[in-house]
């Protein structure tokens, strides 16, 4: 055990949509472990807020008529509601937007500002002529200069995953208009991130928590840094120190929330939150692989300009995937925290339970309503819940309570062997299998229990009977210490049932082994209730529906094609420079194109219609910024055009250069 206090970090829930089980990715392993490391002695302070700036929640607020502190208050109120029924407890959970975080952005800003690490720089950056206004983040989209894929202002989501800076994207569009965009010079300030990268190669090797959020940090380091533009030009956001006309970028203030957040906790608390954030700290953030980025390069740099240390440990989870489909909100494969789970009436523990135990913390996780049904039937109602409602039915009715004995060494030996294989598991932040340690516990109880038959036994040998009872009561006393942090409502129901009035949670995980003291039991009660065919089906049900109306309204779309759809293909003119048949096929070609700043491969299948000799010095139209196929095991990165079933090649009227964009 440490003597410095450890502080856990949730990545922020943005305040513009409801709570869904990929939140619960990142919230409810690190409860589990807040939970787990207090049992275990640890002082920890467990912090979280709602990230309430940026261009989506403005985008949303004005779709909805409200400002956007008003839809970041119900998006707040939302998910803190929403994680207290998920038992994920916070010691606080602050918003970005309040005084707080407004003043700690601020005087952070201005440290780097006075240290060196700010500049400022004129750019070019998007703007609307029809809307009158430039275009940051997420109001413009177009073409990522890195690697051709569509593209919105801060990322290529849907490409390389490249961060973008303002001026950076390419064919810029408006994306409330629609219309095209101008480039406009104007000054912002940008951080300095390229001065950190020895710095960051020195720290990086050395940071805890996962491989996944070091090895992806370091490889990014390696490559390049590029220097972040911080500032947008917005009226929500934290005002950039002596300017009134530009925000601080939310990537900035979201960050600092977390001290803001511990400062707004410590004040309550009587403690300095000083204390967390200065010097060598044990600061661990639990966050979404898609955030690694920022929490390990960004952000860390950001706190070493600013005087701050830098984080102990970063634990970034895998992503999540729902029955066997990529997670999308706009394709239907979406399970709401609320309207699909804790609102009809499923508990808290399930869920818990299998976000943890289905797979390592650091590999994609599949949610499925099935595989859920199995999980709780099979694990937790036939082994845990069956062992634990044996075992005290037993007691009770044979004994009325606990028997005055003491328990075998043997069982005191194998619960040490489970609490350190946990304990191990939990400082490698194993969170499955800490759970599977949990887990075989019980599978030992109900074997032991089934094996020595007390039920038997009593008939010839009562205190025989009573020992082996015993026994099985010293493992669920550890069961209901050890599982709390999984499933704290199932945990403290075991504890009651045990005789106890207080909360299991006040007590360490290493009373696992005290006595049990002799005393009357109260009738048990089943802990878990299975999850029913009828119920899975009718869940099962509502996602399919969800998914065949996403389908509806993608059909629907794609009867019309809105204007920045058509402007964000690349189509130019091409001159075809040599065409060869494909080995194999008789309709493919394998054509090289000379598109202007470059060459391109593409399979095309007009073999049937032209001669390699015909093609070649033919000008053709061409999608130059499809995603690269491969097409009879030849690589094709574009796509010619052509009309009819004879495939007549689309060719402008007037000879062009290659390369010309057509519009």
Same mark, same amino acid.
């Given at each position: 055990m440490s003597d410095k206090p450890l502080l856990?970090?949730?990545?922020?829930?943005?305040? /513009?949509?409801?709570?869904?089980?990929? *939140?619960?990715?990142?919230? %409810?392993?690190?409860d589990f472990y807040v939970r787990y490391m207090r049992r275990v002695g640890e002082k920890v302070v467990f912090i979280c807020g709602s990230d309430n700036h940026g261009t989506p929640i403005v985008i949303s607020a004005e779709q909805e008529g409200l400002s956007p502190r008003e839809l970041s208050e119900r998006y707040h109120e939302h998910f803190?509601?929403?994680?207290?029924?998920?038992?994920?407890?916070?010691?606080?959970?602050?918003?970005?937007?309040?005084?707080?975080?407004?003043?700690?952005?601020?005087?952070? %800003?201005?440290?780097?500002?006075?240290?060196?690490?700010?500049?400022?720089?004129?750019?070019?950056?998007?703007?609307c002529p029809d809307c009158s206004r430039f275009l940051p983040d997420r109001y413009v989209e177009?073409?990522?200069?890195?690697?051709? =894929?569509? =593209?919105?202002?801060?990322?290529?989501?849907?490409?390389?995953?490249?961060?973008?800076?303002?001026?950076?994207?390419?064919?810029?569009?408006?994306?409330?208009c629609g219309a095209k =965009?101008?480039?406009?010079?104007?000054?912002?300030?940008?951080?300095?991130?390229?001065?950190?990268? +020895?710095?960051?190669?020195?720290?990086?090797?050395?940071?805890?928590?996962?491989? /996944?959020?070091? /090895?992806?940090?370091?490889?990014?380091?390696?490559?390049?840094? *590029?220097?972040?533009?911080?500032?947008?030009?917005l009226d929500w956001g934290v005002p950039f120190p002596g300017r009134d006309d530009l925000v601080v970028y939310v990537w900035v203030d979201a960050p600092i929330g977390y001290i803001s957040f511990t400062k707004e906790w410590a004040e309550r608390a009587g403690e300095?939150?000083?204390?967390?954030?200065?010097? +060598? $700290?044990?600061?661990t953030h639990f966050i979404g692989g898609d955030i690694i980025y920022h929490h390990c390069i960004f952000w860390p740099a950001l706190l070493e300009g600013a005087g701050y240390g830098r984080p102990h440990a970063v634990v970034a989870s895998g992503m999540l995937m729902i029955e066997d489909k990529k997670f999308s909100k706009s394709r239907g494969y979406v399970v709401w925290t609320n309207e699909d789970y804790l609102d009809q009436g499923l508990p808290a523990d399930y869920l818990r339970y299998y976000l943890l135990a289905?797979?390592? *913390?650091?590999?994609?996780? /599949?949610?499925?309503? *099935?595989?859920?049904?199995?999980?709780? $039937?099979?694990?937790?109602? $036939?082994?845990?819940?069956?062992? !634990?409602?044996?075992?005290?039915?037993?007691?009770?009715?044979?004994?009325?309570? %606990?028997?005055?004995?003491s328990a075998d060494p043997a069982i005191l030996e194998e619960i040490e062997r489970s609490l350190a294989a946990v304990d191990q598991a939990m400082r490698e932040y194993d969170f499955k299998n800490a759970v599977d340690s949990m887990m075989a516990l019980a599978a030992f109880g109900n074997t032991y229990i089934q094996n020595n038959a007390p039920w038997k036994v009593i008939k010839s040998d009562p205190d025989a009977a009573g020992q082996i009872i015993r026994n099985c009561l010293q493992i669920v006393k550890a069961l209901a210490l050890v599982t709390e942090p999984v499933m704290p409502d199932a945990a403290q129901r075991v504890w009651e049932m045990l005789g106890h009035a207080d909360g299991v949670g006040a007590h360490l995980i290493g009373e696992a082994t005290t006595p049990l003291t002799p005393r009357p039991l109260p009738t048990p009660a089943p802990l878990f209730a299975k999850l029913d065919d009828d119920k899975i089906q009718e869940l099962e049900g509502v996602l399919a529906r969800r998914v065949e109306e996403a389908k509806s309204r993608a059909a629907d779309a794609a009867k019309t094609v809105p204007f920045d759809t058509f402007a964000s293909l690349d189509i130019r003119i091409g001159r075809i420079l040599s =065409?060869?048949? !494909?080995?194999?096929?008789?309709?493919?070609?394998?054509?090289?194109?000379? !598109?202007?700043?470059?060459?391109?491969?593409?399979?095309?299948? !007009?073999?049937?219609?032209?001669?390699?000799?015909?093609?070649?010095?033919?000008?053709?139209?061409?999608?130059? $910024?499809?995603e690269p196929a491969k097409i009879f095991g030849v690589e094709s990165r574009g796509m010619i055009l052509a009309a009819g079933d004879e495939a007549s090649l689309l060719a402008p009227a007037r000879p062009v250069k290659p390369g010309t964009r057509v519009r």
């Open positions: 856990v970090t949730c990545g922020l829930p943005y305040t /513009n949509g409801p709570c869904h089980i990929g *939140h619960l990715r990142t919230y %409810v392993p690190a803190d509601r929403t994680f207290q029924q998920m038992r994920v407890a916070f010691d606080r959970f602050g918003m970005t937007d309040d005084v707080t975080n407004h003043r700690m952005t601020q005087s952070i %800003v201005q440290r780097l500002i006075d240290s060196g690490y700010v500049y400022a720089q004129t750019i070019s950056q998007s703007y177009g073409i990522c200069p890195y690697c051709g =894929a569509i =593209a919105r202002g801060d990322e290529c989501d849907q490409g390389c995953g490249q961060h973008l800076e303002p001026g950076e994207i390419k064919d810029a569009i408006c994306k409330v =965009a101008e480039y406009r010079d104007q000054e912002h300030y940008f951080f300095r991130l390229s001065g950190f990268r +020895d710095s960051l190669l020195a720290y990086l090797p050395r940071l805890k928590g996962t491989s /996944n959020a070091r /090895n992806y940090a370091i490889g990014w380091v390696k490559e390049a840094l *590029h220097d972040w533009c911080i500032t947008r030009t300095d939150w000083k204390e967390y954030w200065c010097g +060598d $700290n044990r600061v289905y797979t390592s *913390h650091t590999k994609e996780l /599949n949610f499925s309503w *099935h595989i859920l049904q199995e999980r709780v $039937n099979n694990e937790l109602v $036939n082994t845990l819940g069956n062992f !634990i409602y044996r075992t005290l039915h037993f007691a009770e009715k044979a004994f009325s309570g %606990v028997p005055d004995r =065409a060869a048949p !494909i080995p194999g096929s008789k309709k493919l070609y394998k054509l090289q194109i000379d !598109i202007g700043d470059g060459q391109r491969q593409v399979v095309a299948g !007009i073999a049937g219609f032209y001669t390699p000799e015909e093609l070649a010095g033919k000008d053709v139209a061409i999608v130059v $910024n499809l």
